[in-house]
């Protein structure tokens, strides 16, 4: 059987929203192990809607209706992919026994934010 460009867009798409899923899962599994001082909870809940948000925004943009809205969508993920980043850093910096954990989130939304930003780049290279 031949598979078809657009198998494979299909699949990419499956496995990007699954990606996302599992990062938000980590995040608040990161909360949940953890012993989170009071002074940390802001931090920590910010975290969490932060990482929620590059998920929910994918699933809404892979359900748009035109070009314009999905791109709307993934550049919204990709700035709550940047907010990530700087809730993980912080919490890491006020956390630092928690590195080995902090760690592979921070590398993890990062490899999310440049696949966001590349979706972006060539859809809108696609529309012209």
Known sequence: MIERPS???????KLFKK??????????SLEQNTIIK??????????????ASIGANVVEGGNSTSRREFINFF????????????????FKESNSQLSD????LICECTEIKKMLSTIILNTKNYSK
């Open 19 to 28: 990606r996302c899923f599992q990062f938000s899962l980590s995040v608040i």
């Open 75 to 90: 550049q919204i993920a990709l700035k709550s992919s940047a907010e990530t980043v700087y809730w993980l850093m912080l």
């Open 101 to 104: 954990k902090i760690d592979p």
């Open 7 to 13: 198998d494979k867009k299909q699949e990419f798409k």
């Open 38 to 51: 009071q002074s940390t909870r802001i931090i920590i809940n910010q975290l969490i809607r932060a990482a």
